[in-house]
């Protein structure tokens, strides 16, 4: 079982840029994306919303999930989330051990 994340943080005169940018230079994305248990830790920027950025956070399992939660990176992303004031949204998924249904293999290109 893994677990995906989707943060959207979310500010006013591109805070939420800005903040992924700082993640990005400071080095602190990297540090988490060497965490044992990450699987997926990447920034975007939705077309129709300039002053927000998707946080797509994947984790192995909720132990590697909860290790994160209490490392010292935390104290890294709260100041910065206060820096830019920023407000967020999470959505919580947990992969499907079967997968995908053959019926939705059609409406994939690979």
Do not use: C
């Amino acid at each position: 079982m893994s677990i995906v994340m989707n943060l959207y943080y979310t500010g006013a005169d591109g805070n939420a840029r800005k903040f992924a940018e700082e993640m990005e230079s400071s080095g602190t994305a990297a540090l988490i994306r060497a965490e044992p248990g990450n699987k997926r830790y990447a920034y975007f920027a939705p077309f129709d919303d300039p002053e927000t950025v998707l946080l797509i956070d994947a984790w192995a399992d909720q132990a590697a999930l909860d290790a994160h939660h209490a490392s010292p990176m935390m104290k890294t992303i709260a100041e910065l989330r206060e820096k830019y004031d920023l407000r967020m949204r999470a959505e919580r998924y947990v992969s499907d051990a079967s997968g995908a249904p053959a019926s939705d293999a059609k409406f994939i290109r690979t």
